[in-house]
């Protein structure tokens, strides 16, 4: 059987894996996100939501997101009618973002886009470079205003008309190192 070892007040090892099975198949905790919902219409709504509920595994058309309220009311609302949730700091601060592109090249590691909602309104962002990741339901962009109150927006698929590649920006290749001459020798040999 395999040992799974862990660092807590002590050393602990589980030696017999069969008595926890459960474990494997359990879902991982979750952790709520503060967010700010915007829905087609524009109206907002503030709550708390699980982000892997927004992974291409977990997201799939017409799905539900489930948004719990600051009251404590879980509320569904449908992916075709989000059209952007914004990762906030604070739920009582504004989502409006002070930029909406960068004012030159991002320093930040991916591809740069353009995104264009169904309003015709422009929104530009970071995201991973990762073909995968572009053909989910939906975009996770950072947002050009670092400032802001807003850190990540995910934006679905069906709130957006077109998405632009403006450019790819990376780390680039570090040049070579010039030879060093030859360590002179300390004795003569």
Known sequence: MLNITYIGWGF???????????????????THKKVIVELQDRKLLKGYLNPSS????????????????PDGEHQQLSVDKLRAVYFVRDLDDDIDLERKSFLSRPKLEGLWVRLRFRDGDQLEG?????LLGLLDNGLQI?????????DRIFVPRSALTELTVLGVV????????????????????
């Open 126 to 130: 970071v995201i991973p470079n990762d």
């Open 12 to 30: 602990q090892r589980i030696r017999n894996l069969d008595r926890f099975s459960d474990l494997k198949t359990r879902q991982p905790a979750s």
């Open 170 to 189: 990376g780390i680039g290749k570090k040049k070579a190192a010039a030879a060093s001459a030859a360590q002179p020798r300390l004795f003569n040999e």
């Open 142 to 150: 950072t947002p050009p205003d670092f400032n802001s109150n807003t």
């Open 54 to 69: 927004l992974s291409p595994f977990t997201l799939a058309k017409g799905e539900q997101v489930d948004l719990l309220t």
